[in-house]
């Protein structure tokens, strides 16, 4: 299913990406979804948070993450 008319994302696009571990704005610089109109940005950040959430790669590179805020 197509996420972003704009650029001809699909949800396909953004889970492949946010399984790889890559947050709502790495995949946005990537892809360049909701860089358009905008109107499909809602729909994205849903699409990466379910992805997110199931991912235990994503959950890895958040750890990663925070802890180098910490240090
Ligand atoms: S639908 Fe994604 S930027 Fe317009």
Request: charged share 25%.
């Amino acid at each position: 299913m197509i996420i972003c008319v704009c650029r001809r994302i699909s949800d396909r696009d953004i889970v492949r990406h946010a399984r790889a571990g890559m947050g709502f704005d790495e995949i946005q610089f990537e892809l360049g979804v909701a860089t358009q109109c905008g109107r499909c940005e809602g729909c994205a950040r849903d699409v990466v948070a379910q992805c997110s959430a199931t991912s235990p790669t994503a959950h890895i590179k958040q750890a990663n993450h925070q802890l180098e805020n910490h240090i």
